[in-house]
């Protein structure tokens, strides 16, 4: 019998499945071989995103699961674990969360804290051997991205950013239209993401646990939507400070506005904001405009070109950016939303942070390149 057919009728038996468990290697490569075992995602941090995108989206996953949460609130452990069927041995909390090295259903650890704890669980999850979803932005400054990448490359784990509009098909088209120049060469782009917050102890305006304000929460997403729109990486920035309500944002910037200048010549105008509402991102060419609107939404996205409406089916973007990077995993490809990408835009936030602080156009030679 060959090898194939070995590992296959071992996983249709029930007798099979008895004997692979008292053998894990072979259960393993026989669930990788045939791609149907489902890695098991344990999440750090039972917040909005978990509770409310995360968590769910692993339900419709087909490739994970939710198998483990980490969390520092003993009251979710018991509302998680009956909600979810977790199993107590899959509860972890900050503390004891090193020893989840001995749990062999958690393959990949999904880190959704305030931005200052990713570079730390990151790193430990790589040392305990698993591989590693971070949430954006990837980290406070390059340096932990480089230390991020370093963990999970010397511990051989696969490391990814919880960049899910990668995944969405609005912006797959945007990316197309834009790369493919379908209307002709770009002659300029726009994008802008806001929302009011008023919470006076809210992390994000806490630079110490956020590392900065809505640039790293939603700009990001201007900048990441006007280099993939584009597929140029731009060559300068400059910025300003616009921030109405200098009071309530004494730590981080309430409001800012951004440009950045690309090699073949047009800018990106893009925009963020926690005071403030915006949801954009708009490219003129040479035929036309095309843009979506509620571009950055997890869901409702409506897309429009010279021809008309986008006609895409919505999905659910983080089921899908799990699902892939399981893929990724069980195949061993690389995954298009690594942590490179994620220093990428740590790096650019950096660059639009001096500019706004120097008041003067901040030249980007020695910008990581990955587009
Ligand atoms: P949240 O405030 O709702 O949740 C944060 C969680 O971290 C809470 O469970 C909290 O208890 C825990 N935590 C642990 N230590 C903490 C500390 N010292 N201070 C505050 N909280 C602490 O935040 P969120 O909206 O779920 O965001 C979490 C991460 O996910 C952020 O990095 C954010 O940028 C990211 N996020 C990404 C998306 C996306 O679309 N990809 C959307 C929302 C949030």
């Known amino acids: 019998m060959k090898r194939r057919q070995f590992l296959g009728s071992l996983i249709a038996t029930g007798g099979g499945l008895a004997m692979a468990s008292s053998f894990p290697s072979i259960l393993q490569a026989a669930s990788l071989q045939n791609g149907k075992g489902k890695l098991g995602v344990a999440l750090v941090g039972l917040g909005n995103y978990s509770a409310g995108q995360l968590a769910p989206a692993l339900q419709q996953t087909e490739h994970c699961y939710l198998a483990g949460i980490v969390t520092g609130t003993p009251e979710k452990e018991q509302q998680w674990a009956e909600k979810y069927h977790i199993p107590q ?5 900050y503390d004891n969360f090193d020893s989840i090295a001995n749990n062999k259903d958690i393959d990949i650890v999904y880190v959704v804290l305030p931005n200052s704890m990713h570079a730390e669980y990151t790193i430990r999850a790589a040392q305990a051997g698993k591989h590693v979803i971070c949430e954006k932005p990837m980290a406070i400054d390059v340096e932990d991205c480089h230390k991020m990448i370093d963990a999970c490359n010397k511990a051989g784990k696969k490391l990814s950013i919880g960049y899910r509009l990668h995944f969405d098909p609005f912006h797959k088209k945007m990316m197309e239209l834009g790369q493919q120049q379908v209307y002709g060469k770009l ?8 929302f009011v917050l008023r919470d006076p102890n809210a992390w994000r305006i806490n630079k110490e646990l956020s590392g900065g304000g809505p640039l790293v929460d939603l700009g990001i997403y201007c900048v990441q939507g006007s280099i993939y729109t584009a597929g140029e990486l731009p060559v300068s920035i400059t910025a300003k400070n616009t921030t109405k309500d200098k009071d309530f944002f004494r730590q981080v910037e309430g409001s800012l506005e951004w440009e950045m200048v690309f090699p073949s010549g047009y800018t990106s105008k893009c925009y963020t904001s926690y005071e403030d509402q915006a949801n954009y991102l708009k490219a003129e060419a040479e ?14 996205i409506q897309g429009k070109t010279p021809e008309g409406p986008m006609n895409l089916v919505a999905v659910n973007q983080q089921a899908l950016q799990m699902d892939d990077f399981a893929i990724c995993i069980k195949q061993d490809k690389a995954t298009i939303v690594p942590g490179e990408l994620g220093m990428r835009d740590v790096y650019l936030i950096e660059k639009i942070y001096e500019a706004a602080e120097t008041g003067r156009p901040v030249m980007l030679q020695n910008i990581p390149r990955f587009l």
């Open 187 to 194: 002659t300029q782009l726009s994008s802008g993401f806001a």
């Open 89 to 93: 041995g899959n509860i972890y909390n």
């Open 287 to 300: 035929k036309g405009t095309f843009e979506l609107s509620s571009a950055f939404s997890y869901g409702g």
